[in-house]
């Protein structure tokens, strides 16, 4: 969500009840500064930043955070360091960390994480290899010491339910909140989510071991045809001697540069890159985010109570019925 989860997109869903999360991304530090102050300004309600582990100013935004009297943030982008965990407790700020197995989340919370967040390859942007509903039961069983919240693919109330009675505290959702009134994005963006199926949302694709591709999912276009075309670009240079492996690697990187905002803010939708969740077809219209919120709230509560009714019905614990 990094430049659509902003002061206007963050104070909304605070407001409305949720839990708003800035996306730093690749701001600096008086940027997120003038950011959480903006923010403060729309909303009185507790509110987080995410940030970068590999952010090459991550320090001075965690002191960027404390000085702005940030109560929780999320590390993302990789395992974070302990000495960041250390660095924002020691500010008092409640910290989440993202974790991609269970040796990994037991060992984030040993490092002093105050909460986990488990993201699924059906979430948009850069994503992991597992499922949610996977990792949901490889982590959710065995890590009680702390909150866990479930992200990637999520997208009606009736799922929230679901993992709420796995053992999850509660939710992650992006995909679900560009379709806000209040988000930002550009009305080209808003629409190809709004046409968009899940099977749109595909990842990035690598044609050649030797240079690895960071999965990526978003919406098909034809951004991505020339992505591949790049590659084999680049490679059929190295492979003549034209071109260094490092170089061929650099040139790959850097072509999706700047390519979410060019989607997003800019509206580019053929040539930028329009990361989307696999729930991306369960965006229909653009709403407000009070409203969205309360029909997510809606679903879930009469999914559970579905729930306590057959548990109440069958006089055991609620379970799926044979086929």
Known sequence: MSWLSDRNLVSAISNAGGFGVIACGSLGPEELGAEIAA????????????LITMHPELTKLIDTCAAHGVTHVALAGGLPQASAISRL????????????ALALAKRLVRNGVDALVIEGMEAGGHIGPVSTGVLAQEILPFVRDVPVFVAGGIGRGAAIAMYLGAGASGVQMGTRFVGA????????????FFRGHARDAALSVQIDERFP???VRALANKGTQLFVEKQREVIAKVDSGALS????????????????RR???DGDVELGSIMAGQSVGLVKCEQ?????????????????DMMAARAVTSGSPARAQPI
Not at 89 to 100: C, H, R, S, Y
Not at 181 to 192: M, R, T, W, Y
Not at 245 to 260: K, S
């Open 89 to 100: 407790k020691d500010a008092g700020i409640k910290v989440l960390a993202f974790a991609p």
């Open 181 to 192: 009134s209040e988000c930002i994005a550009h009305p080209k963006f808003k629409q190809a």
């Open 263 to 265: 989607a997003a803010i």
């Open 288 to 304: 407000p985010t009070a409203e969205i919120i309360a029909h997510l709230i809606e679903e879930a509560v009469e999914a559970l």
């Open 245 to 260: 492996p490092a170089d061929a690697q650099l040139a790959i990187e850097r072509f999706w540069a700047g390519a979410l």
């Open 39 to 50: 923010t403060s300004e729309r909303t009185d309600r507790p509110f987080g930043v995410n």
């Open 213 to 215: 591709v960071i999965p």
